[in-house]
């Protein structure tokens, strides 16, 4: 059974930085494409930030570009989102997804979904 778990999250200051981790059971991870999406309240569901199979190319959100980081550790199967610099404005649920061949990292579609974390950036 495929699954995503996600932790890291939380609340900082603004200015800090977190780590977010998705780890997947149920496949190997280094095989597929990995997304992480987040959501504001009011807001749509945004691409941020993903990572290709067998280490391929590495897509960033303009908003994200130079601050946020995604790596994979294939040991671990797990999937990473180092935040640095974070703003108020990162504030979201953020979910890590599976994204299957063919489809855009931005926008997807996904073919599943982490159940997502929290996180809040204080001013």
């Known amino acids: 059974q495929v699954q995503l778990v996600e932790s890291g999250g939380g609340l900082v200051q603004a200015g800090g930085s977190l780590r977010l981790s998705c780890t997947a059971s149920?496949?190997?991870?280094?095989?597929?494409?990995i997304a992480w999406f987040r959501q504001a309240p009011g807001k749509e569901r945004e691409g941020v930030s993903c990572?290709?199979?067998?280490?391929?190319?590495?897509y960033y959100a303009n908003s994200v570009k130079g601050r946020f980081s995604i790596s994979r550790d294939n040991a671990k199967n797990t999937v990473y989102l180092q935040m640095n610099n974070l703003r108020p404005e990162d504030t979201a649920v953020y979910y890590c997804?599976?994204?299957?061949?063919?489809?855009?990292?931005?926008?997807?579609?996904?073919?599943?979904w982490g159940q997502g974390t929290q996180v809040t950036v204080s001013s």
């Open positions: 997804a599976l994204v299957p061949i063919g489809s855009s990292c931005s926008t997807g579609p996904v073919s599943s």
């Open positions: 149920g496949f190997t991870l280094s095989f597929h494409t």
């Open positions: 990572i290709r199979a067998r280490g391929g190319d590495i």
